[in-house]
């Protein structure tokens, strides 16, 4: 065996050995979780609870740290830089998959960068009003909005967004305007908004508004679905009213694409166990989510179709006039 193969060898030989030792003392200090929304919203709420109860199967602290900006771009790209080693993980949302891929304009953002750990959950988009709203139901909306075009103010998320999207089809679909007004940062942004009056109804997950739901503040009056909330059964689905609109969100844990295997594997084995626990499953019935695990092993097929999948839809609009790339 000539040196430059023993070298390769030898070489190999030290990186697994390296790999499993780092394995096995992982981890020995404090986990950084990326959440790339703003603190108060759904998906900080449901990562941080998870986080929590992650940390006592990995036997470490996770602790949460939100980077706003760019709608997600700007806390998943720092996900994207950070060293390989674990101790840095992320949370990616629809907009973290979809919308910034497609609009193409960040060149270091690259999803490729990325080791899919698992898919957590999945919830749909609602319409949501507050509890002193003239409108009532889906069918006040839709006969106000015939009546007056562009007079109702709808807040979304993003402009380009998934909710941006879903009221561009709503509209479409159903033969409407809306005044659509956009609120950067998450949910947190659109609660002051329709507390405050600047808007009359808000898309984004009932999950989302679950404070405000509960608490009697706010109401939804259609879900995007084809099948009522677990949570909230009082809501009725698009389906139901003859809307063929089915549109949501999903949240996604990831590291650095160069993290170790079984780094991975710990950390998948962590949040499966925390998702599947009593107390994951009891608290997240009373915020209108549903939890769907999808592993390391399934995901990635999953995230392609499904960016594919909305790429196409969302072309198609731009195709027709009505979004704007």
Avoid at 119 to 144: C, G, H, N, Q, W
């Amino acid at each position: 065996m000539n040196i430059k193969i023993k070298k390769i060898l030898l070489t190999t030989l030290m990186s697994s050995v390296l790999t499993t030792a780092v394995a096995a003392d992982f981890p020995n200090r404090d986990v950084r979780m990326v959440i790339p929304w703003g603190a108060g919203g759904g998906t900080d709420g449901i990562v941080r609870k998870l986080s929590i109860i992650a940390e006592k199967e990995l036997g470490g602290t996770i602790y949460a740290e939100n980077i706003e900006g760019g709608i997600s771009a700007i806390g998943v790209m720092d996900l994207m830089s950070a060293k390989a080693d674990g101790y840095t993980i992320g949370s990616l949302t629809y907009d973290s998959i979809v919308t910034i891929p497609w609009q193409d304009k960040l060149k270091r953002y690259d999803l490729d960068k990325l080791s899919y750990i698992a898919r957590l959950t999945s919830e749909p988009d609602a319409l949501i009003v507050d509890s002193t709203s003239k409108y009532k139901t889906f069918e006040d909306v839709m006969s106000d909005a015939k009546a007056h075009p562009g007079k109702i103010k709808i807040g979304i998320q993003n402009i380009g967004s998934r909710l941006h999207l879903a009221v561009l089809q709503l509209e479409k679909k159903a033969d409407v305007d809306f005044k659509i007004i956009a609120y950067p940062g998450g949910a947190a942004a659109q609660k002051e908004a329709i507390l405050a009056n600047e808007v009359d109804i808000v898309a984004t997950s009932l999950g989302d508004f679950s404070g405000l739901i509960d608490d009697g503040k706010a109401h939804g009056i259609v879900e995007f679905s084809t099948q009522r909330n677990l949570t909230y059964t009082d809501v009725p689905t698009a389906y139901e009213k003859g809307i063929d609109l089915v549109m949501g969100s999903f949240i996604v844990i990831a590291v650095p694409q160069a993290t170790p295997k079984d780094v991975q594997n710990k950390l998948e084995a962590a949040y499966k166990v925390a998702l599947e626990s009593n107390e994951f499953q009891n608290w997240v019935k009373k915020i209108g989510v549903t939890p769907d695990w999808l592993g390391s092993d399934k995901t990635p097929t999953w995230i392609k179709d499904t960016k594919d999948n909305l790429h196409l839809i969302m072309q198609n609009l731009v195709d027709q006039g009505i979004l704007r790339k």
